[in-house]
């Protein structure tokens, strides 16, 4: 009997009720479903599906646990296994029907009747999206009559015919997707999350297999709270995308809100195992998730405490609820806040604080008032200085407390105005409550989203105390230097407020809190790593000048104090020379004169510097190196040559480098001086390449002056620049100036060929000619 039949092709396309990840052309029908992977012997596995947090709301990108059908879970699985199965049946059919073996066809043709005739005429008819429909073709149930009904070239042009119209839905639905997902990060953006979430799931309507639209709608679900939700669409993202990291990210916030914390762990790990350039990303959602699960265990043990009738618990409960009484005397607030600075002493204590709403103490409007009063009387300094005392005591090391004082809005808008208020008490206790911040990351970043945009002028003006409260500005000075987004906030302020007050300060250096002092130009030092604040300072006159200032100020005799500032000034001016302009151009004389003064000072550390600042800033100005080399330069360079360490050598060569290069005098100075050239010989047998290559250039300078080269007969010479441009160097300037130093050598005195010819180096002599010219 002959049955009439639709053959559907799942290959092709996916039910709608099925899992969201849809067959790509060209790809087998596993490959298709990039939700699953193929296990052991061709048996599919489902992936190991973790979890995962939001990304910045600028383009959401997340989704919930079942697909927009929001079938059950098991029911949406057992439905995918099915559809799997069905792939792999019809993908068999079809080779069996396009093999040139006409057994394999036979075999085939009697398969698929076989499966139209279990699936009879019965089939419900499906969706317009996932029904394939082909010509009704008659199978005839007899051999012969089943080869001549079944043709199947025309069963494969219709089955590419149905593929290329599927190919034109999908675009247009895609397109339609694409519109649908803009306009639900537009809502996102706006804050409407529910209308974004209603864009997404139409989006998904059309196409059910973008990853996209499942971890922006994810996304929309952890603003609203609905992190279940979020799971399930991040579960779903990366069904088609199983290296989905904003999925595993999105996932771990919600298991994170949820405090499922060993989940919200694998998450990120996962995030990690796919992108470890992620690292920093990780370490911050890590510290996160450890935050929040030490603030849930101390507040469950504060409150087994509390119900174990905890004395603490009770009296800061009291005590809050005295304080937060309205109409009371300003002393009042005071002694109770004393007292409860004493009574948060403890971990359990700060949490009970915490727990009990202790930051709202603010809210109390005699409180608020002194705090934030723009001149205080002596009864408001107390009351905020016992306030500070009562933040510190709630704060120290406790990373959750620091949050939630950070958060409020009268603190972050009133420490810079304290710490500028001229009250030494409010002033100390303002930055013991900031170091605590300042000296964990943790802590920093808090610190960090606050406007922090005067606090390196404001900081900086400590320097004028004599007293602890220098140091201890300086330290936080210290600690935060480092951050980027710190320096980002110094640019602000740095022209009209900083530079000038530095400069001020450099010039009254000896009336200042020197050690402070030296701290502050270090900070200074460090900001040069900025390359736009550094060419601001080096382009200051202002503070070219005062720098030269106080180093005409250091005499041996000078105090401790007064030397550690010259040998930080030495340092920031090492890093400013790093820029060129036309200020060290103009002052180039004045500097290298004051550094080639300090070059007998009893500090050796004073003396480096010194030398290293002159190695920076006679490259600027051919009238310095004149100067210097009027003064002696040469014979001093070649003293520390002789007995100075590694850097202050590598300094002292680059020095004589750059006069021999401009200064006949310097050539003959250093020839007068090292008749045989033996400090420069020696520092061709060192391990530095620098070092190196600025003695090879010094030699070669020294070799155009008449007998030099004469002077080096019966040395190691010829052997150690035939080592270094012979390809011993790794650098091509070292290999480049022993080669020129050999070339001028041999030109200068034949007899230096002989033994050239006997190290067989004639090769690399001939290729050393080349530079000659030029040199």
Known sequence: MCHPFYFHNPALHLHSHAHPARAASGASPRQRCRGFESGPGGSRCPLAVPRCPPVSPGVPSLSP???????RDEDTEADFQRFLRRVDDVTNL???LSSPDSAVREKAIAETEKKLQEQGGSR????EESRTTLNRTLINTSGSARAEAVDADGFLAALEKDAKERAQRRRRNEQLANA???QGNEAFRAGDFALAIQRYSQGLEKLRDKQELYTNRAQAYLKL????????????????????LKAYFLMGKAHLALQR??????CYEKMLQIDPQKENLFKDCVNEARLEEKRVRD???????????????SSIQELLQRISSPGQDILYYTGGIRLLAEAVHSCTGQTFFRTNNGFSILRNETVRGAFCAESKSPAEVELCVSLLLLFQAACAGNEENQRLLLAQPEVSAQLAELLSSGTAQLQRETLALISLYSEHETGRRLLLRQDLSRWLQILMAFVKSTDARADSAMNILSDLIGEERFQTQCRAMFSTGVLPLFTQLLVCARQVNQAALARAVGVLGSLCADVGLRAQLARSRECWQACLQLLDGCPDASSPGYQLCVFAVLGLMMNLLLESNGTIQDLAVPISGRCLALLSHQDGRIVTRSIGVLSRVLPASPSAVEEVVRAGVVKKMLKFLKAGGQLTCSYA???LSICTKSSRRAQEELLKWDKRLQVLLKLLEAGDELLVGNAAFCLSQCLLLPGAASALLGSSVVQLLLRQAGGDAHRTSVQQNSAIALGRLCVAEPRHIQQLRKLNGLAILNSSMKYLPSS
């Open 180 to 182: 649908l997902k803009e």
């Open 653 to 655: 060569i680059k020095t």
């Open 124 to 127: 419900e008819e499906e969706e």
């Open 65 to 71: 646990r079942c697909p927009p059908a929001m079938l």
């Open 94 to 96: 079809l080779q069996g």
């Open 261 to 266: 914390f060993p989940e919200c762990r694998q």
């Open 299 to 313: 507040e469950e043990r504060a409150e087994r405490e509390a119900q174990a009738g905890s004395v603490a618990a």
């Open 225 to 244: 709270h609905e992190y279940e939700k979020a799971i399930s669409d991040c579960e779903w993202a990366l069904k088609c995308n199983k290296n989905c």
